[in-house]
């Protein structure tokens, strides 16, 4: 009786379960319900112009999409279309996972729209188009005007030193620090911003391929930020702080200042008021220029994709101009389309920093050498431990940078190997 | 007078007291749990170390509902938790019986590999598991799930299962065998349902283990219409920010079912447990 | 033979073959092909990986530094976790054991933690840990054992605390458990027998007690440990293994090594480094509660 029971319990159970069949397979890597609805809204457009198509969407949360993704694609299991960050496309290019987009740009007639950065990233693995890129991740300094009011400073810092002082001032304020550190998972970009602004250059390499990051001057860059923690002028606890707590820590006023991308404006202006924060360039160094880090994400094709051109066809309707806009609203990154820059929602008053910053020659924006093999492990990985390691003081600056440009170096050369 | 009184009361108050500061310990967190979920999201900083927020809202609760897929993934983990529960149950109770009522060849070698099984990380076995599952349609898939929580969960449940057999004595099915019922029979109609507390006791056991598992569900099971409710708590952390408050009441809400489930069973893991713990 | 006693020779094997086939298709046979990588180089989506190395991840292992810090801090936070849980776990169960009103209801609540999942309990201790957002600085520093208001997590020297607080917390239950049931398992005779010939409550204890409970303390013991030094959720969601490593346990450094470097190669070397030493710890407690009993 109990048996019976017992296996009837389970076949309703499992014939609950769902089947599946799909004919393309689009994956969205960070995440956000947003974007998801939004991306939903843009593959309904896609599925009217294509009856009998239908595009099974898989978001994964962006915390475990890097080790997931990977697991699904050496299991063999490939989607067609996948969300691409920067960070990620030489170790998917790298290996011929991805298709090449060139027959498709070459066909395409918005190919001509795009500017001219946008294809350079494209082409940033191999010199071959691997992903058609939505936007652009520009760092520019976000200050809490609130705290900057209590503390007496009317202007955010033009400058690497008027920054240090303005910290200085901030950090008087009881339970207030001035820079919100990024001592966690993704802090390579401050330690490249601060280091390459005092070193006064953004090369990784020198001519014969062996890196820059142990040069005097990036040493002094790393050694600044450090003593900036060291010295209290950062919260005590920011050497564990991933992106979520950078921001929470931003809009709580626990500190005042905090680099960051377009896309944390999504999570601000939901919790700050308009008045209360802006975005200004980001302060210049010695040689009176500056290098925020730029990034980028796009769309990429697998090359085991058994539907090549349908899939190209629904990068298209993810990325035509019309569709770039609905995706930029709710990413909030900057256009790849030379037009879109007059568009009303690049108008507002809070774009203008980032403006500002590709208006002004003295700013340089800084690619990171994403298209070197393992990148996705330094920056998530090796940086993390030696930066917390020596923000801490259990290492000096000279040995992190040591460790970093001896892994550089390894991987440019593992990179000119796989090239020949 | 006053020493009897300081004979019985003093160790009656001491008790009294050592368990409130357990029970206090054990429902603190809890209760944080409980007081993010309720705080609204402006006061969730500026009120952040405050026992109780100035003001408490249930939107976070009708968010989850209403907005989110949460009902969906209550609705798998449902269906996984309590299948695997049952089908782990039913295998461990028979090896369970097996490992109390017979000496058998290779019996050590059976007891060896349930042991083995459960001294490696299984982070490694992630990937093998992958490749295994994928050509048989079992990745992205409720059953899948349900299959390798089952194997994850049998061994333990085993050796629970056979505590609780140890606990009954052989006399009974040997009587009923007597009366010319094989034992297969005896074991259905005079054991099983003498060990019904042990029964529930390794159910809940294994539901509320199959409950909480986030590794495999995530690594697994990619489309949000297979997703449990671990994997979904995750979903409320996006690049771009944390919903802690709705991901507290999503903790909260999905609490109820295994804690009510927990409060109805740990009696009997107890009274279970006991006559064959020792000998275990 | 007839084909009576042949069926009664069989019994036991078709009673434990369902688990057996599921737990050597689903466990022992992706265990096995995890832990071959260990003597391939074998990196994840890299076409050109695979080739056979012998034993080099296992060279490599020894000028590993990540690799000796986790091995140190999964050993600390093995023991600190196990002593604690078994020690508050025992505490609780000698409460629990004698009667007085209201003790199902006690007891339902003191359980609750283990209901709790671990990466829900991790995000909850991390909440109360953060001194913006959480109540537990603040009485440090009231109790004197801080000096500020901070956030241990990112203290390197303190930081293993925090997860080691969140698994104490969440494993007293499972002691307790099955200790209470060990102890009511033990026949009440015998205490009063011991409390005829003048033995006090702490001797009773001792004499009585302890090496009646002693079988169920080295398997419960044995098993949690095992399960401790493998279980990294916690950890990852509170510390994710830092700062600079501070809390980095073998088998979160294993996770690090196979989905961040995608090294399978190594990591799956890493893990059976972790499973002999695992396999060398429950052997020797096997022995050691073979030879106890044998005394008893």
């Known amino acids: 009786m109990m048996l019976k029971w017992l296996l009837l319990t389970l076949v309703l159970a499992l014939s609950a379960l769902p089947a599946r069949a799909d004919e393309l397979r689009l994956v969205e890597v960070l995440s956000s319900p947003e974007r998801t609805e939004t991306l939903k809204h843009l593959v309904a457009g896609f599925e009217a112009r294509h009856p009998g198509t239908h595009v099974e969407i898989t978001s994964l949360a962006w915390g475990s999409a890097f080790e997931k993704l990977a697991t699904m694609v050496a299991a063999g299991d490939i989607p067609d279309v996948v969300e691409m960050p920067d960070r990620w496309l030489s170790l998917y290019a790298g290996n011929g996972q991805l298709e090449s987009l060139e027959p498709y740009l070459a066909r395409w007639p918005e190919t001509r729209g795009l500017n001219e950065r946008a294809l350079t990233v494209a082409r940033s693995v191999a010199d071959t188009a691997y992903m058609l890129p939505y936007g652009f991740y520009l760092r520019a300094l976000y200050y809490n005007k609130a705290v900057f009011r209590q503390a007496g400073i009317a202007e955010p810092p033009k400058t690497l030193e008027e920054l240090r002082a303005d910290a200085a001032r901030i950090a008087q304020l009881p339970g207030k620090s001035g820079y919100c550190l990024r001592g966690g998972p993704g802090g390579l970009n401050g330690w490249v911003m601060f280091g390459a602004s005092i070193a006064g250059g953004n090369a990784f390499f020198h001519e014969d391929g062996t890196s820059t990051l142990n040069d005097p001057g990036w040493v002094a860059g790393t050694s600044w930020l450090i003593d900036l923690y060291q010295k209290g002028l950062a919260p005590k606890d920011s050497v564990n702080w991933g992106f979520n707590e950078v921001v929470a820590g931003f809009y709580t006023g626990t500190c005042a200042m905090v680099d960051q991308d377009p896309d944390a404006l999504i999570a601000l202006k939901a919790r700050m008021r308009a008045e209360d924060f802006g975005v200004a360039p980001w302060p210049k160094g010695p040689n009176g220029k500056a290098y925020p880090t730029l990034g980028f994400a796009g769309w990429s094709i697998f090359k085991r994709s058994a539907h090549k051109d349908l899939a190209w066809d629904l990068v298209v309707a993810l990325n035509d101009p019309a569709g770039n806009l609905a995706w930029n609203q709710q990413t909030g990154a900057l256009p790849i389309y030379t037009a879109a820059a007059h568009d009303p929602l690049y108008a507002g008053a809070i774009y203008q920093g980032w403006f500002a910053e590709l208006a002004d020659p003295d700013v340089v924006p800084t690619l990171m050498p994403t298209y070197l093999p393992g990148f996705a492990y330094f920056a998530d990985s090796l940086v993390v431990r030696s930066s917390q390691q020596a923000l801490l003081g259990q290492i000096s600056p000279a040995t992190m940078n040591k460790q970093w440009a001896a892994y550089l170096t390894k991987a440019r050369r593992k990179q000119a190997e796989g090239v020949k | ?280 | 033979m007839t084909r009576r006693a042949l069926a009664l020779k069989l019994e036991p094997y078709f009673y434990t073959a369902p688990s057996l086939l599921l737990i050597a298709a689903i466990m022992l046979v992706p265990l096995v092909t995890g832990l071959s990588y260990a003597f391939h180089d074998l990196i994840l989506l890299d076409p050109l990986s695979g080739d056979f190395v012998g034993l080099d991840h296992f060279r490599e292992m020894l000028d590993d530094d990540g690799f000796w810090t986790a091995l140190r801090n999964t050993v600390v936070w093995t023991a600190v976790s196990v002593a604690l849980q078994f020690t508050f776990g025992l505490i609780l169960a000698l409460l629990l054991n004698r009667p007085f009103p209201g003790r199902g209801l006690v007891q339902a609540l003191v359980f609750l933690p283990w209901a709790v999942p671990g990466f829900l309990s991790g995000l909850t201790w991390a909440w109360l840990f953060n001194p913006v957002i959480g109540p537990l600085p603040h009485w440090l520093q009231g109790l004197g054992l801080l000096a500020t208001p901070e956030n241990i997590l990112s203290d390197p020297h303190l930081a293993l605390w925090g997860p080691i607080a969140a698994n104490v917390w969440w494993g007293i239950p499972f002691f307790a458990i099955t200790l209470l049931a060990a102890l009511q398992s033990i026949p009440k005779d015998i205490y009063e027998a011991a409390a005829m010939d003048g033995a006090g409550p702490l001797l009773r204890f001792r004499r009585v007690t302890l090496p009646l409970l002693a079988p169920t303390i080295a398997i419960t013991v044995m098993l949690r440990t095992v399960w401790v030094a493998n279980f990294a959720e916690l950890i990852v969601v509170m510390t994710k293994g830092g700062p600079a490593d501070a809390t980095q346990i073998l088998s979160s450094y294993i996770f690090t090594l196979a989905f961040q470097r995608l090294d399978f190669g190594y990591a799956s070397a890493v893990a059976a480094v972790l499973l002999l030493l695992l396999l060398a710890y429950a052997a020797a407690v096997m022995v050691l509660r073979h030879a106890m009993t044998e005394r008893a």
């Not at chain 2, 969906?72 to 090896?95: D, E, P, Y």
């Not at chain 2, 505590?163 to 052989?170: D, G, L, M, N, V």
């Open chain 2, 1 to 280: 007078m006053s020493k009897t009184l300081s004979r019985t009361l003093l160790p009656r108050l001491l008790h009294a007291l050592a368990l409130a500061a357990f029970v206090a310990f054990a429902l603190f967190p809890l209760f944080w749990l409980l007081k993010v979920s309720l705080t609204p999201d402006d006061l969730m900083y500026g009120e952040g170390v405050r026992l109780w927020p100035s003001r408490v809202t249930l939107d976070h609760y009708g968010a989850v509902l209403r907005h989110s897929q949460f009902p969906l993934f209550f609705r798998n983990s449902l269906i996984v938790s309590t299948a695997t529960g049952l089908l782990a149950t039913a295998a461990a109770s028979a090896a369970g019986y097996a490992f109390s009522r017979f000496r058998f060849p290779g019996k050590a070698w059976v007891v060896g590999v349930m042991l083995i099984s459960q001294m490696f990380p299984l982070v490694i076995i992630v990937a093998p598991i992958f490749r295994l599952l994928a050509p048989l349609g079992l990745t992205n898939s409720l059953t899948g799930l349900v299959v390798v929580y089952t194997a994850f969960n049998t061994p333990f449940a085993a050796f629970l299962m056979q505590s609780f057999f140890e606990a009954i004595p052989k006399d009974l099915e040997e009587a009923a065998m007597m009366d010319g019922a094989t034992r297969f029979q005896a074991l259905r109609r005079v054991i099983l349902p003498l060990t019904l507390p042990g029964l529930a006791a390794t159910g809940g056991f294994v539901f509320t283990a199959a409950w909480s598992e986030l590794l495999f569900s995530l690594m697994l099971n990619s489309s949000a219409a297979v997703s449990t409710f671990p994997a979904g708590l995750l979903g409320f952390v996006s690049k771009f920010s944390v919903d802690f408050g709705q991901m507290m009441a999503a903790g909260v809400l999905a609490l109820l079912p295994v804690g009510a489930f927990f409060l109805l069973i740990q009696r009997y893991l107890v009274q279970g447990l006991t006559a064959g713990a020792v000998k275990g």
